[in-house]
Antibody, heavy 119, light 106 residues
Framework: EVQLLQPGAEVKKPGESLKISCKSS????????IAWVRQMPGKGLEWMGI????????RYGPSFQGLVTISADKSINTAYLQWRSLKSSDTAIYFC????????????WGQGTLVTVSS | DIQMTQSPSSLSASVGDRVTITCQAR??????LNWYQQKPGKAPKLLIY???NLETGVPSRFSGSGSGTDFSFTISSLQPEDIATYYC?????????FGPGTKVDI
């Protein structure tokens, strides 16, 4: 069974750094792209970027380039989303999702990590 | 990036009604269009991929059509469990864009 496991919540202060994880199981982690999607409170879905864990090839959405870092560790089947200096506007739910082979569909999703940035 | 619009932004219908949502792309995206359902507090769920293909396990009352710039998503007979927000999503090689969403309630 394909599963993407994310921590439920993180609480941070403005200016702090954060790295959230997405641990995959049930499939070959190195042969599927993993995407990150942001959902701000009460808002829609925004695609942030995507990584191919097999060779760590990464692409970022225009709104997120330079603001976050996407990485992966194929030895432990885990993808990451990282911030160097959080702002209150980073408060949101962050989902990871697997991109299906030969398609742009996101066929399996993590349950999301709620990141709260508040002083 | 390719911008997507959806209409309506919200709708209210009765159980058993036929519900249709439209999605428009700013440029030709062939059939590279997917539809998702998101219930409150949950992750999105893939329903339709490549404009008209039903994802495995999804009820047949859900369907999609269209190509180029204009797409539609239909629930043939609305059920109480279909209360959710629906998003279209295009893909241009590795780059994705979501529509703004349509909230469906009863």
């Amino acid at each position: 069974e394909v599963q993407l496991l994310q921590p439920g919540a993180e609480v941070k202060k403005p200016g702090e750094s954060l790295k959230i994880s997405c641990k995959s199981s049930g499939y070959d982690f190195t042969t599927y792209w993993i995407a990150w999607v942001r959902q701000m409170p009460g808002k829609g879905l925004e695609w942030m970027g995507i990584i191919y864990p097999g060779d760590s090839d990464v692409r970022y959405g225009p709104s997120f380039q330079g603001l976050v870092t996407i990485s992966a560790d194929k030895s432990i089947n885990t993808a990451y989303l990282q911030w160097r200096s959080l702002k209150s506007s980073d408060t949101a739910i962050y989902f990871c999702a697997r991109r299906g082979v030969g398609s742009g569909r996101l066929d399996y999703w993590g349950q999301g990590t709620l990141v709260t940035v508040s002083s | 990036d390719i911008q997507m619009t959806q209409s309506p932004s919200s709708l209210s219908a009765s159980v058993g009604d036929r519900v249709t949502i439209t999605c428009q792309a700013r440029q030709d995206i062939s059939n590279f269009l997917n539809w998702y359902q998101q219930k409150p507090g949950k992750a999105p769920k893939l329903l339709i991929y490549d404009a008209s293909n039903l994802e495995t396990g999804v009820p047949s009352r859900f369907s999609g059509s269209g190509s180029g710039t204009d797409f539609s998503f239909t629930i043939s007979s609305l059920q109480p469990e279909d209360i959710a927000t629906y998003y279209c999503q295009q893909y241009d090689n590795l780059f994705l864009t979501f529509g703004p969403g349509t909230k469906v309630d009863i």
